[in-house]
């Protein structure tokens, strides 16, 4: 039996340039033999929110990790706001391939929660290289109804619950963090976001694990991902878990992550 998810270790920031602007980051275990797994959060997520998810997956792989905060989270360089509707397609364009090339990560598997996952989507779908697979976590393929009225909750949550207190542990500039990414999510023009077409590029194999009770996606993200790529794909439907089940069913999440990442270090 695996303990319950606890708080991250003592990581010292560390910063990665990336063109005109710096990434926090942090290793895991670096250089240990096969690929590295290469973390990429949640639109409100940062580093330091995975806790300690990546040492255990790391440990139970017997793999590298490398953990970053995207441009505008956690302690990385403020983003130029508002954002873009294609802001997760820069990422999977221009920054993910940065963060590899400045660290030397040339053979990685992408850990990808919620909009990290659909950066690793599009990084695999457009060709992005050096990738052996994907462990996704609740990606969005499509804006769901549900997904854009739970962000709304949330907004209006925002500085009248503990809600920003909780945020603020996390990221040096939270009002920022915060509206850069519910102000492009509810965007009317972001109702036609859809990296459906993309999915036929993704030719490595895919494991998409998602929380039944998840508010912010049905499972037709994981049925459009698992019918769309190339590569083949399997689901975790984890019970009772929300739109982070890495955190409300860690046993579960990391016993699947770890079978499927350990089959892909035979090949």
Same mark, same amino acid.
């Given at each position: 039996m695996l303990a319950a998810m606890t708080?991250?270790?003592? @990581?010292?920031?560390?910063?990665?340039?990336? *063109? $005109?602007?710096?990434?926090?980051?942090?290793w895991i275990g670096r250089g240990r033999p096969g690929p590295v797994l290469v973390f990429l959060h949640e639109g409100l997520g940062s580093l330091s929110q995975w806790k300690d998810f990546p040492e255990r997956l790391c440990d139970l792989t017997g793999l590298s990790g490398l953990v970053y905060s995207r441009r505008?989270? +956690?302690?990385? $360089?403020?983003?130029?706001?508002? @954002? =873009?509707v294609g802001f997760m397609h820069?990422?999977?364009?221009?920054?993910?391939? @940065?963060?590899?090339a400045a660290t030397g990560v040339e053979d990685a598997?992408?850990? =990808?929660h919620s909009d990290g996952a659909s950066i690793a989507l599009i990084y695999a =779908?457009? *060709? =992005? *290289?050096?990738?052996? +697979?994907l462990a996704l976590i609740a990606p969005?393929?499509?804006?769901?109804?549900m997904c854009v009225e739970e962000i709304a909750r949330r907004r209006a949550e925002y500085g009248v619950t503990e809600l920003r207190e909780k945020l603020a542990r996390h990221h040096t500039d939270v009002d920022a963090t915060f509206? *850069?990414?519910?102000?492009?999510?509810?965007?009317?023009?972001? @109702?036609?976001w859809d990296i459906r077409p993309l999915l036929a590029g993704v030719r490595v194999p895919v494991l998409v694990v998602q929380g039944a009770d998840d508010a912010y996606g049905t499972?037709?993200?994981? $049925?459009a991902v698992r019918s769309g790529v190339r590569g083949p794909a399997e689901r975790l439907i984890v019970p009772g878990a929300g739109h982070s089940p890495q955190r409300d069913a860690p046993d579960e999440v990391l016993g699947a992550m770890a079978r499927f990442i350990t089959v892909l270090t035979r090949t």
């Open positions: 708080s991250p270790p003592k @990581r010292p920031l560390q910063l990665i340039d990336a *063109g $005109d602007h710096r990434l926090e980051h942090a505008g989270y +956690g302690a990385s $360089d403020p983003a130029v706001l508002p @954002r =873009g820069e990422e999977a364009r221009c920054d993910l391939p @940065r963060v590899l598997i992408l850990v =990808g =779908g457009e *060709g =992005g *290289g050096g990738i052996r +697979g969005h393929v499509m804006v769901e109804a509206h *850069g990414w519910v102000d492009v999510w509810l965007h009317p023009d972001f @109702r036609r499972l037709a993200q994981v $049925d």
